[in-house]
């Protein structure tokens, strides 16, 4: 029976990542890219599997092994119904049709869960429906269910990785979410086999194989408390894994499968060593408490080994903050740490999950029951340590400060076990959870604070000055490497990565600038992303021009208002004192789809189509909000780093300019009057020349920027389907679709787009 329930569950535990991958993606799009839009979308996951579970509880023990059998598997059909219509009913309807019409955050929470609460509430009722299932023999159950559980969650790793390594990528969206549907359909059919031997197994008497042990070892209230502390410990290392390997090894869209992935097969595995040892356990307590504090001090062990050892050959010549890290040895590299860094303590804290169902499970009659409430235990702490962790604690004390945290409450759990091991008369036999709590007590006190920590992870080198900040967003740190003559230069750095520089950079003051040259009268300018700063400053050349600019990562407006500060008179502090430009802290793209505003320039300081949801500002989807943004005559400015961006661009707007060889295209609902003489006259004006000059003196040979002929599509040109949508970012999973640069695809396209002749593909 077990290897076919094994599979079964290691099937359903690959589906449920794939579809969770999806849906958080399309229901971002309803619910923004923040990170309080982020944390309502995972908690309407949570509290979906949390209902699910107390529906498994209440519900298992009242059925026989095969009813319970065939609850299962319904409920995996169910979850592969959900997932062949999610795209029309969480996409097409809730993101696209209703994102920007609720803006509430419960009214936003409410709808996400509405739109998850079905199949949610189908994974989280299979573990108790499938414990009852294999509930036949008291000695063996909690082997069972850690098996069972390991299992799954070794399916959700694999499903984690190979969906956000290749499925994705090479499937999309949907193609995922059919795969996905297959595996549950599949899982559901092989655990059907099984219904003639559970026909034959008789039920479990009430009371059976019951005995003392839970009044020695703790009622199941207490064990459920102490899941839930480990459950919220656990999930805030792999927010804080997730942040930390992010600085190393920047936020791709391979980034977050990846330590997904590492932390769930390692958590399975070490559920499922465990439950080999459970039977030759009588008392789960000590080994509980030492996993649980163990994985933690290694956790943090690990971490500040990396830290101290990245400035360090032959980590600094590869994971260099100055350095792109997408692609090769430095990919393989970040890989590796990851690795290292998340598998070893996921391992020992997973190893719980069997204890505690060896102290729980007593008594054959409620396993199903105990296992809903364990897992709702579990859940809840999921819940919270992803909530809080994400929301709280990473905005009010940082991340040095949220581990410094999490020390002290693994110290408390350590505590908690020595006081009741004294109560029992055998604390001279706890040497190794005195230890671990002394280790939790001294990381406490030891443990850098975050300028410390940041500052070690930028480079920062004696003589330097930097202006940083951190919360729940992001991380924004610029490293002035000139201090010591007044003028602030050097490096600026979004989520670890350089996403630009100061004085700024030439493309990013040409983003900005073009547009308001080349229209009439500019009066209203919307910027999506601030950067370092120069796509906003250079969008206010023209003194008509009012600029509003929307940025995602918080920290970034703190650390430039700080240059500000230090540079008086600088540009910096003229964005953030200046009443012609707003700065503001959003989601560019949830501001068009909410608001009717409309623009006579919409600019985007896009980030590398690499980067981790960068798909959602190079969407077909998203260039049509912002063609219902643009006033009449209105013009629309984003970089095209890639072939994909070039078409999509020009598949959606009737006329089209790409500039070249800077790369930059303007689109409109409207003829543009582009005229490279003139544009380049504009660029020459005296005052344009000194408002330039004034982001970056060094630079002076705008025209050279658009000096080869420029790209144009007119209504009349033929285009293209649109390669890039929300439902299939290709250039987002750049290693799954290899990436042609926007100079190759305009030197084969410019012979007859020059012009603006009519072509075929």
């Not at 992010?246 to 595995?269: E, K, R």
């Not at 959870?433 to 992870?457: D, I, K, Q, S």
């Not at 729940?472 to 003028?487: H, I, L, N, T």
Request: net charge neutral; with cysteine; glycine share 10%.
């Amino acid at each position: 029976m077990m290897p076919r329930l094994a599979t079964a569950f290691f099937a359903t535990g690959f589906a449920a990542l794939l579809c969770q991958i999806v849906w958080q993606r399309m229901l971002g799009i309803f619910a923004g890219s923040d990170t309080i839009s982020a944390a309502l979308v995972v908690g309407a996951f949570l509290a979906g599997l949390g209902l699910g579970s107390i529906i498994g509880a209440k519900v298992a023990d009242r059925l026989s092994p095969a009813q319970a059998l065939i609850g299962f598997a319904l409920a995996e059909v169910g979850v592969g119904l959900f997932a062949l219509l999610s795209k029309p009913f969480l996409y097409d309807w809730l993101a696209m049709d209703l994102a920007g019409v609720v803006d509430a955050a419960p009214a936003i929470f409410a709808l996400c869960f509405a739109g998850l609460v079905l199949p949610t509430t189908l994974m989280g009722a299979s573990l108790p429906l499938l414990a009852r299932a294999v509930a036949t023999s008291s000695e063996r159950i909690a082997e069972r269910i850690g098996t069972l559980y390991g299992l799954n969650t070794l399916g959700a790793g694999v499903g984690a990785l190979l969906g956000g390594w290749i499925l994705v990528g090479h499937l999309g969206f949907v193609g995922a979410l059919w795969l996905a549907a297959a595996l549950e359909f599949a899982a559901a059919a092989l655990s059907l086999t099984l219904l003639p031997l559970l026909r034959a197994t008789p039920g479990p008497v009430a009371g059976e194989a019951k005995d003392q042990t839970e009044a020695r070892y703790g009622g199941l209230p207490l064990w459920c408390l102490l899941v839930f502390l480990s459950g919220y410990v656990i999930v805030a290392l792999e927010i804080v894994w997730v942040r930390m390997m992010g600085q190393v090894g920047q936020y791709h869209a391979y980034l977050f499968p990846t330590v997904l992935g590492i932390f769930l097969l390692a958590d399975g595995a070490g559920m499922w060593l465990a439950a080999r040892m459970v039977r030759r356990i009588e008392d789960p307590r000590p080994a509980f408490f030492v996993t649980q504090s163990a994985g933690f001090v290694l956790a943090v062990l690990l971490l500040l080994g990396l830290w101290y050892a990245l400035p360090h050959w032959p980590l600094s010549g590869i994971t260099s903050v100055d350095e792109n890290r997408m692609r090769g040895d430095a990919l393989l590299l970040t890989i590796g740490l990851a690795v290292v860094v998340v598998g070893p303590p996921s391992f020992l804290i997973g190893m719980t999950f069997p204890f505690v169902q060896r102290a729980v499970q007593r008594d054959l009659a409620s396993v199903g029951a105990r296992v809903g409430w364990v897992q709702l235990a579990n859940i809840a702490g999921n819940a919270a340590g992803s909530i809080v962790t994400g929301l709280v604690t990473f905005h009010i004390l940082g991340t040095a400060g949220t581990l410094r945290l999490l020390a002290a409450l693994s110290l408390l759990l350590v505590l908690f076990w020595l006081w009741q091991a004294g109560k029992a008369g055998v604390l001279r036999r706890r040497g190794p959870e005195a230890a671990l709590a002394a280790a939790c007590a001294v990381l406490v006190v030891v443990l850098p604070g975050n300028a410390a920590f940041w500052t070690r992870l930028h480079g920062e080198r004696p003589g330097q000055a930097a202006a940083w900040a951190e919360d729940r967003s992001g991380v924004a740190y610029f490293r002035d490497e000139r201090a010591d003559d007044g003028r602030a230069d050097g490096p600026f750095f979004i989520q670890g990565f350089s996403q630009g520089r100061i004085p700024f950079l030439p493309i990013h003051q040409f983003l900005g600038a073009v547009g308001p040259l080349l229209h009439p009268n500019p009066r209203e300018v919307l910027v999506i992303g601030v950067g370092s700063g120069g796509t906003p400053w250079a969008a206010g050349v023209r003194p008509e021009s009012k600029v509003r600019a929307i940025e995602l990562v918080g920290p970034v407006l703190t650390a430039l208002e700080e240059v500000g500060r230090r540079h008086p008179g600088s540009p910096m502090q003229q964005l953030f004192r200046d009443a012609r430009w707003s700065l503001e802290y959003g989601d560019g793209r949830r501001t068009l789809a909410k608001e009717d505003r409309r623009y006579d320039i919409i600019e985007a300081d896009a980030i590398l189509p690499e980067s981790s949801h960068s798909g959602l500002l190079y969407s077909a989807e998203f260039l049509e909000q912002v063609r219902e943004r643009l006033a009449p005559g209105g013009l629309y400015i984003q970089w095209s780093p890639t072939q994909r961006t070039a078409e999509t661009f020009a598949a959606t707007f009737p006329h089209v300019v790409l500039l070249m060889p800077v790369g930059v295209l303007i689109g409109s609902n409207e003829p543009i009057p582009f005229d490279p003489e003139r544009l380049a006259a504009a660029f020459n004006r005296p005052e344009v020349h000194a408002h330039l000059a004034r982001g970056n003196p060094e630079f002076r040979e705008w025209s050279a920027l658009f000096a080869q002929p420029a790209l144009i599509w007119t209504p009349l040109t033929a285009r293209t389907v649109a390669p890039l949508s929300d439902i299939f970012p290709r250039d987002e999973f750049y290693l799954n679709n290899p990436v042609t640069p926007t100079h190759d695809f305009a030197r084969r396209r410019a012979p007859a787009l020059a012009a603006g002749a009519p072509t075929a593909r």
